[in-house]
């Protein structure tokens, strides 16, 4: 399990300098996250994958059901303070959270950055949401915005982001990254070492989420072929994995 968890790490680290050098580049790149329970309420959605650059895989139980047992696993947690640690004069929007979660995330962020870069817009994830286009006339351009408002709602507004502008811009769906990120011990060393994230977030969040790691888990499994289809048949899956690769 070390070794694993040592190479989800690394793969994050290749994941995030393949984001970094897209969005100097130019490119308009967007990244999602799938777990059992996401790719589920995703797909009864019809959420179109073959939208996103690249589709990650963040659950282990997933990566069984997909019969993916070598697929490097990356995260928003992971990959996210990789990535915004390295950005150069960037500017950064966060969508979702509640009103003090969007607030303590925001300013968790800011702590992360270096090189002139800045959260420039934020905004909890209930009441009324401005459009990504919004954003961009209220603030200039936009580089790097981060959406946390759990599946499909953040897929959705990904796609209104894909079509809101042809400038640069990568876009990231994070789940509930922005209630956790303020938290630095939310995830525990040895939750890394030994993988059970999942099981810190059982513990923590019980009511909300029993049903995930128990009814959904058993759906997943069942409905292993389709989620299973659904996934490898997008480009973003396949991105992915070269991206996060562990060679």
Known sequence: M?????????????????????LEDGHRTTVTWLNHYSAQVSKDAGIDLSEFDFVGIDGLLLKTVLGEEDLTRTSADLVLPRLIGGLQNASIAIVGGTEDSSKAAAKAVEKMLSHGSKV??????????????EIVDETGPVDLLIVGLGAPRQDHYMMEAIKSTDAPLLSITCGGWLDQVHEPAYYPPWAYKYRLNWLVRLYREPTRLWRRYTIDAVKAWSRRAELADWIRGAGGFAAHREAAKID
Do not use: K
């Open 120 to 133: 420039v817009f934020r905004c909890s994830g209930y009441g009324s949401i401005p459009s990504p286009q």
């Open 2 to 22: 070390e070794t694993e968890a040592i190479a989800e790490h690394v793969g994050a680290d290749r994941f995030a300098a393949t984001l970094t050098r897209r």
